[in-house]
């Protein structure tokens, strides 16, 4: 449907004539107020609008339907003022053409012609985003199912995890074991880069330490192993691909924390808290890299966070209180920040305490 705003009748009815001549489906209107109502109701393929009318003028017109509609509606001006300000302003409210009265029948049914075919192609554009962004949606919820692991109980510790991808893919992994003896070992791993490739090395990096952790639990060893295999994995790879991680073990009453390029944990001890963790190198650069694990006793365990720096854009974890609701601070503070601001990187965390 093409409209017509003209508050001339002649010039309305001309226009109706010559278009639907043509074989297009047109709705004319002479008074401007009315035809904007209409307008942002049901909005039309293309707007043919006058300048100067009573009530509201062609160039108000323009600004409130650009400013308004979220999808995208070609408007031409038509103008019997051949005046370069005129068509400036028309432009400057978000016209995307103008035609100058009398018009030529053969200009403007080109220009009619090629802006129905842009909007067409536009809805078309729009149409395949939409099922695109609805895939990646799916994709989204089954990669999360994957790669956040279904709480379950663990034998003397209680955790809590934070997951938010800044897309619908994420390139963050959580996982999460305890072997027969009752040790608990807790992992997170960042694939450097944003979207499909990274998500994919992302589900490559979660198989692989599932598979390592059947063997060992030992943080040193699990990304030793694991850098040997992404060192292969990654061994034609031009895109720099690497993989920072962090894993830690908890044992009765032992902490081992050993981690590849990536953030230290925070510890809290009896009220206080520091970073715990010594960096080394990402996974995926260098094959015989050996990592080693620091350790402490952890007695006197208030909690333990795990986090990729993701979480740092979103709070600052300096001014963190030790106790029971941080992880309720830190989901807050996250989901906070996704909705003003959004996020620019994936969020993953892993807050575990001594089960009470």
Known sequence: MIYVVDDNELN???????????????QGFTDPVAALDKVLESPPRLLLLDVVMPELDGITFCQKVKSTLTTFIPVIILTAQNNTEIRHQGLEAGADDYITKPFDRWELLTRVRNF???????????????????????AGQMQMSLFVPAKRPLLGFDYEQLYYPAKYLSGDVIHIHQDPTGRAFFFIADVAGHGVSSSLLAGAVKILVGEVVQNTVRPEE???????????????????????????LLSGHQLSVSAAGHPPALLSLAGQVQPFGEAGLPLGIMRNQQYRSVEAETVQLDWLLLYTDGLTECVDLEQVA??????ELLRGAVSLHAQTKGLSDDVAALFI????
């Open 322 to 327: 030790a106790g029971r609701e941080l992880i």
């Open 12 to 26: 309305v009815e001309l226009l109706i004539d010559l278009l639907t001549g043509e074989g297009y489906q047109v």
């Open 222 to 248: 699990v990304l030793t192993r694991l850098n040997q295999e992404l060192c292969k994995f990654l061994a034609n790879n031009d895109e720099g691909y690497y993989v920072t991680a962090i894993c830690a």
């Open 353 to 356: 305490r001594r089960a009470r």
């Open 116 to 138: 129905l075919r842009t909007k067409e192609m536009y809805d078309q554009i729009q149409e395949g985003l939409a099922r695109t962004n609805q895939q990646m949606a799916l």
